[in-house]
């Protein structure tokens, strides 16, 4: 469960958790730990009880019926589309494995799911947010080892762009980590971090010209500021190009 701290009532969520939970470590960007097993969780109590309800519907939910997804989040807003990355790979697993006599019945919704191509792009400020997804971020990496259903990338926008001089020594030593070890040594995951916010034209040309006459599924989640750009550009490209963009948001 990712919550983002936004007001008094997600504040003061936190702060009933805190008091149960390990406070965050140095570079985590506030995640919260508990340890059950430790004396310290048994000593403060049981953690609070949630009652959820739903789901409810949601912009990204008809993704499976896309050739093409272009998911797209912002700081937390990664979070309904990393659900979505896990489950192209779990799906595009299923159709791999023989059959079984009893699964017959299954086949029709297995037919629905058209997806065969996800490009996963994450911006955060906070170099400590990718602590969120690491987990995540690794094992897709060892599912999809060649990149050949999802390409991921994460964009650190603090940091100046690859080629600013500024930057020049942190991306010399990314990318020496990076060959030895195979890890990335901002996002700690086996996924290559960029600086600088993306050039989303450059992003959309990129997909149109790899998947000319398909259908892409554009998926947005984070500040709403960007959401016109993204827009503007699934509708030029849509009109002069073969591949069709159709844009979806979720704000907050």
Same mark, same amino acid.
């Given at each position: 469960?990712?919550? #983002?701290? #936004?007001?008094? +009532?997600?504040?003061?969520?936190?702060?009933?958790?805190?008091?149960?939970?390990?406070?965050?470590?140095?570079?985590?960007?506030?995640?919260?730990?508990?340890?059950?097993?430790?004396?310290?969780?048994?000593?403060?109590?049981?953690?609070?009880?949630?009652?959820?309800?739903?789901?409810?519907?949601?912009?990204?939910?008809?993704?499976?019926?896309?050739?093409?997804?272009?998911?797209?989040?912002?700081?937390?807003?990664?979070?309904?589309?990393?659900?979505?990355?896990?489950?192209?790979?779990?799906?595009?697993?299923?159709?791999?494995?023989?059959?079984?006599?009893?699964?017959?019945?299954?086949?029709?919704?297995?037919?629905?799911?058209?997806? #065969?191509?996800?490009?996963?792009?994450?911006?955060?400020?906070?170099?400590?947010?990718?602590?969120?997804?690491?987990?995540?971020?690794?094992?897709?990496?060892?599912?999809?080892?060649?990149?050949?259903?999802?390409?991921?990338?994460?964009?650190?926008?603090?940091?100046?762009?690859?080629?600013?001089?500024?930057?020049?020594?942190?991306?010399?030593?990314?990318?020496?980590?990076?060959?030895?070890?195979?890890?990335?040594?901002?996002?700690?995951?086996?996924?290559?971090?960029?600086?600088?916010?993306?050039? +989303?034209?450059?992003?959309?040309?990129?997909?149109?010209?790899?998947?000319?006459?398909?259908?892409?599924?554009?998926?947005?989640?984070?500040?709403?500021?960007?959401?016109?750009?993204? #827009?503007?550009?699934?509708?030029?490209?849509?009109?002069?190009?073969?591949?069709?963009?159709?844009?979806?948001?979720?704000?907050?």
């Amino acid at each position: 469960m990712h919550i #983002r701290c #936004r007001g008094d +009532w997600t504040t003061s969520f936190r702060a009933l958790f805190a008091q149960v939970c390990r406070p965050p470590a140095a570079g985590q960007s506030g995640l919260l730990r508990a340890d059950f097993a430790s004396s310290t969780a048994a000593a403060s109590g049981k953690l609070p009880k949630l009652l959820i309800d739903g789901p409810y519907g949601a912009p990204a939910q008809d993704y499976r019926k896309y050739d093409v997804l272009l998911l797209i989040g912002l700081g937390i807003g990664a979070t309904p589309l990393i659900s979505i990355v896990k489950d192209v790979l779990n799906n595009i697993s299923d159709e791999e494995q023989p059959a079984a006599p009893s699964s017959a019945s299954a086949s029709p919704a297995v037919a629905e799911f058209m997806t #065969r191509r996800v490009y996963f792009y994450w911006c955060t400020r906070e170099e400590g947010s990718f602590e969120w997804f690491r987990g995540v971020m690794n094992e897709v990496a060892e599912r999809d080892a060649r990149g050949d259903v999802v390409e991921l990338h994460n964009h650190c926008t603090s940091v100046y762009e690859e080629g600013d001089a500024r930057s020049a020594l942190l991306v010399m030593l990314q990318a020496l980590h990076h060959a030895k070890s195979g890890v990335d040594v901002v996002s700690g995951t086996r996924v290559r971090t960029h600086f600088a916010r993306p050039n +989303w034209r450059d992003v959309f040309k990129r997909v149109a010209c790899n998947h000319q006459g398909q259908r892409v599924g554009v998926f947005y989640c984070g500040d709403q500021k960007v959401t016109p750009e993204l #827009r503007r550009l699934s509708q030029d490209f849509s009109h002069k190009t073969t591949t069709k963009f159709v844009f979806h948001k979720e704000n907050f």
